[in-house]
């Protein structure tokens, strides 16, 4: 599968907004729904957000809901994701993964992961 590259991450205040990104270099998405998945220091990895292949459908953590926006832009090749009224308990790397689908109801990745991007957010 293609490489992903997420960008987007820093710091910010609590209250504060990031758009992070989720390109894939050189080739074109495959028809798969896309996910971002986040993981906290010592916490496991945890779905955040996914779309179809399509991007007609979403679906959100219920703790991110309201609060964050996944789009794809087939155009640019690009999933953003953008998390607005930030809260320290967002504090972790992010990554997406080009092959995610729910099993049994939990989000799963299983296409190849990037590097991820690190969100930190101050209280």
């Known amino acids: 599968q293609e490489p992903l590259v997420e960008s987007g991450g820093g710091l910010v205040q609590a209250g504060g907004s990031l758009r992070l990104a989720c390109a894939a270099s050189?080739?074109?998405?495959?028809?798969?729904?896309m996910g971002w998945f986040r993981q906290a220091p010592e916490k496991e990895q945890e779905f955040v957000a996914g779309?179809?292949?399509?991007?007609?459908?979403?679906f959100y953590a219920e703790s991110v809901k309201g609060r964050f926006t996944i789009w794809r832009d087939d155009d640019k090749n690009t999933v953003y994701l953008q998390m607005n009224q930030l809260k320290p308990e967002d504090t972790a790397v992010y990554y997406c993964?080009?092959?995610?689908?729910?099993?049994?109801?939990?989000?799963?990745?299983?296409?190849?992961w990037g590097q991820g991007t690190q969100v930190t957010v101050s209280s």
């Open positions: 779309a179809t292949w399509t991007g007609n459908m979403t």
């Open positions: 993964n080009a092959d995610a689908a729910p099993v049994h109801g939990e989000w799963k990745g299983f296409g190849s």
């Open positions: 050189g080739r074109t998405f495959s028809p798969h729904a």
